[in-house]
């Protein structure tokens, strides 16, 4: 599921789960060993996550969701993997390093999650990013309601993830929602350099810094909690379940 490669004070993470970098229960788990084993190094600054794919991620895995609504335990069992996904882009978010995410391709749902859990984005201009989960009676509950709302304000916010709406790379720079553009064949060469510039400081100023621009923004902790209990009760609605079962069928087709 994921490459890792430490070099010149970058730890490159690539996702490598073809077709499309689905997260599961599994890749939750490796993505917390892999972060074991980074925290037990100090030979890096940044944290380089990407793609070997055309997409950077589609968000969950449909034949586990799938399974997992089956179960007589569904409702639990969907909301504890909120609560894992929620507990892992909250790690990711508070490592004393830099975190850069190299969009190539698609990254909707939990695939933009992992994005806006990381310090910096980049994104090729016709990249196509979002979080469209109210399109099927759900709503973006790894932390997508309040990263994206702390990141690009609340009109924005209220805009793409009310409206269910996917916009391209550049779009999503000029709203805040990554620092860079660029074209998709320049991309590769592009982070490289961005990754570099950022290894070249010393990481005990960076993990300072990052400390005290984190106290700097607002946090409404209980917004976290709030996406469990929202989604919890969504999951009870009958909409929800017949749209999601029908965007699972066409997942299937």
Not at 183 to 211: Q, S, V
Request: one cysteine or more.
């Amino acid at each position: 599921m994921f490459d890792l490669s430490v070099v010149d004070q970058i730890s490159t993470v690539t996702m490598n789960r073809p077709p499309v970098n689905a997260m599961s229960s599994a890749w939750v788990r490796e993505f917390h060993a892999l972060l074991d084993r980074l925290e037990d190094r100090d030979d890096w600054v940044v944290l380089h996550i990407r793609s070997a794919l055309k997409v950077f991620s589609a968000g969950a895995d449909l034949k586990e969701m799938r399974a997992r609504f089956a179960r007589p335990d569904g409702i639990d069992a969907t909301v504890q993997a909120i609560r894992d996904y929620q507990q892992l882009f909250a790690r990711i978010e508070a490592l004393p390093r830099v975190t850069l995410a190299e969009i190539a391709g698609g990254a909707v749902g939990g695939g933009f999650e992992l994005a806006l859990a990381c310090d910096l984005r980049i994104a090729a201009d016709d990249a196509r990013v979002g979080l469209p989960e109210v399109a099927i009676g759900l709503l973006p509950g790894a932390g997508g309601t309040q990263r994206m709302t702390r990141l690009a304000g609340f009109p924005t916010a209220l805009r793409l993830i009310l409206g269910a709406e996917v916009v391209n790379g550049t779009e999503a720079a000029s709203l805040g929602l990554a620092q860079w553009t660029c074209p998709r064949t320049e991309l590769a060469a592009t982070a490289t350099a961005i990754a570099r510039r950022y290894a070249a400081l010393p990481a005990h100023a960076i993990a300072a810094a990052k400390a005290c621009i984190a106290k700097a923004a607002p946090r409404a902790q209980d917004g976290f909690t709030a996406e469990v209990d929202q989604s919890r009760g969504l999951l009870h609605s009958p909409v929800t379940v017949r749209l999601i079962e029908r965007f699972l069928d066409r997942g299937q087709s």
